[in-house]
């Protein structure tokens, strides 16, 4: 049974930082691609950060790029997405996902709520 289970989420002031965890047990992440989404009230969920252990590629949408950092640790079997110079807009529910690619991810994680007050 495969299951990603994610924590740090909480309220935060603008600018400041906050780090998701996801533990994933019942696959091997490092052979997985390991994405973090977002899904904001009213909004459609989107991809903010994305990472290949094979092919050793990272992805972060503009909206993120210099603040959010994703980084593994294989032994743990865990994937992190530390996030900086919060800003209100970042207010979301993140979820920790496992996939073939940046189109197609199939295994999630229930997610953790994230708010960034003004």
């Known amino acids: 049974q495969v299951q990603l289970v994610e924590s740090g989420g909480g309220l935060v002031q603008t600018g400041g930082s906050l780090r998701l965890s996801c533990v994933v047990s019942?696959?091997?992440?490092?052979?997985?691609?390991m994405g973090w989404f977002r899904q904001a009230p009213g909004k459609e969920r989107e991809l903010v950060a994305s990472n290949s252990w094979i092919t050793g590629t990272t992805y972060y949408a503009d909206s993120v790029k210099d603040r959010f950092t994703i980084s593994r640790d294989n032994a743990k079997n865990a994937v992190y997405l530390k996030m900086d110079s919060l800003k209100p807009e970042d207010t979301a529910v993140y979820f920790c996902a496992a996939g073939y690619d940046n189109r197609n991810f199939k295994y999630w994680g229930q997610g953790t709520q994230v708010t960034v007050s003004s």
């Open positions: 019942g696959l091997t992440s490092s052979s997985y691609v």
